[in-house]
């Protein structure tokens, strides 16, 4: 874990970031506006007048939402507080994916466990993944809310926590490494999964676990075809060319949280990379 020092150094990095934090238009949105219900209507409540959401899974079902259209770039952002007690095998989720049957997905996962959440990302592109970073927190990501942010334009795609970048993913199509280019969705998820435990059985005596979304009001381009080119118009601010790299204090940011907090990069998983893919010595 880390020290109340290092997480002082952190804050200070993100509080240096020139970039305009485009938070009001996600603030004070009701759910209604942008997303709906995708399953588990009844595992779902609602707080400050729908501008807060709470999912809930329980032995009988789980529950998510997504967003009414689909989206060809953005910044997306959603804050969120994840269940706590003995979290074992539950994941919730805040990610995009497309709304083809060609499969593109940026994701923030959040795999629980009985300490502590890890936190799991991917990109998946033209039906391919397998790029697997995750993370350990340096704060409680269940006593109160922490924004997670996915920018995705066609230079880059960057995650953030709390204005923290802590992944980068390029367009490299040039390398023949794949980039999502279809439209995609916006959704958020609670549900049990074989994979994130181990094989560990869910702890159902600390049922119901609750998850709680706020900042629903959506930074992106709607597609109105499957090859959105008017997304990528430089009037859009998050397509704009402070967008296109991190930096210097974005990046001070980004190798600190990921030399502290980096527990698996596929990118160094030689028993299951022999060799590197070539897109990691371009996303550093």
Same mark, same amino acid.
């Given at each position: 874990?880390?020290?109340?020092?290092?997480?002082?150094?952190?804050?200070?990095?993100?509080?240096?970031?020139?970039?305009?934090?485009?938070?009001? =238009?996600?603030?004070?949105?009701?759910?209604?506006?942008?997303?709906?219900?995708?399953?588990?209507?009844?595992?779902?409540?609602?707080?400050?007048?729908?501008?807060?959401?709470?999912?809930?899974?329980?032995?009988?079902?789980?529950?998510?939402?997504?967003? @009414?259209?689909?989206?060809?770039?953005?910044?997306?952002?959603?804050?969120?507080?994840?269940?706590? @007690?003995?979290?074992?095998?539950?994941?919730?989720?805040?990610?995009?994916?497309?709304?083809?049957?060609?499969?593109?997905?940026?994701?923030?996962?959040?795999? #629980?466990?009985?300490?502590?959440?890890?936190?799991?990302?991917?990109?998946?592109?033209?039906?391919? #993944?397998?790029?697997?970073?995750?993370?350990?927190?340096?704060?409680?990501?269940?006593?109160?809310?922490?924004?997670?942010?996915?920018?995705?334009?066609?230079?880059?795609?960057?995650?953030?926590?709390?204005?923290?970048?802590?992944?980068?993913?390029?367009?490299?199509?040039?390398?023949?490494? #794949?980039?999502?280019?279809?439209?995609?969705?916006?959704?958020?998820?609670? !549900?049990?999964?074989?994979?994130?435990?181990? #094989? @560990?059985?869910?702890?159902?005596?600390?049922?119901?676990?609750? =998850?709680?979304?706020?900042?629903?009001?959506?930074?992106?381009?709607?597609?109105?075809?499957?090859?959105?080119?008017?997304?990528?118009?430089?009037?859009?601010?998050?397509?704009?060319?402070?967008? !296109?790299?991190?930096?210097?204090?974005?990046?001070?940011?980004?190798?600190?949280?990921?030399? @502290?907090?980096?527990?698996?990069?596929?990118?160094?998983?030689?028993?299951?990379?022999?060799?590197?893919?070539?897109?990691?010595?371009?996303?550093?």
């Amino acid at each position: 874990m880390s020290s109340p020092m290092d997480y002082c150094l952190m804050v200070f990095f993100a509080v240096l970031l020139v970039f305009v934090v485009h938070a009001n =238009a996600a603030w004070g949105v009701p759910f209604e506006q942008n997303y709906l219900v995708e399953y588990g209507s009844d595992h779902i409540q609602y707080f400050e007048g729908h501008t807060e959401v709470q999912l809930t899974l329980d032995q009988t079902s789980g529950s998510g939402f997504g967003s @009414k259209g689909g989206y060809g770039s953005g910044f997306f952002q959603m804050r969120i507080k994840l269940p706590d @007690k003995d979290t074992t095998r539950i994941l919730a989720t805040f990610y995009i994916i497309s709304v083809t049957s060609i499969h593109d997905e940026i994701d923030f996962e959040f795999l #629980g466990g009985n300490e502590s959440f890890i936190l799991h990302t991917n990109v998946f592109t033209n039906g391919v #993944g397998g790029r697997e970073q995750q993370f350990s927190f340096w704060f409680d990501p269940t006593a109160d809310f922490h924004t997670y942010k996915i920018l995705w334009n066609d230079h880059q795609i960057v995650l953030f926590v709390d204005e923290i970048p802590i992944r980068v993913f390029k367009n490299i199509t040039y390398s023949g490494v #794949g980039y999502p280019t279809q439209p995609m969705r916006v959704e958020g998820t609670i !549900w049990s999964a074989d994979w994130a435990s181990n #094989g @560990k059985p869910v702890n159902w005596s600390s049922a119901p676990f609750r =998850a709680n979304y706020q900042w629903f009001g959506i930074d992106g381009c709607q597609a109105q075809t499957l090859n959105p080119q008017q997304c990528h118009s430089p009037d859009l601010f998050w397509n704009g060319q402070k967008f !296109w790299d991190l930096d210097a204090n974005q990046r001070k940011a980004y190798e600190n949280v990921r030399n @502290k907090f980096l527990m698996y990069d596929y990118c160094l998983d030689r028993a299951r990379y022999p060799n590197v893919p070539p897109e990691c010595q371009l996303n550093g």
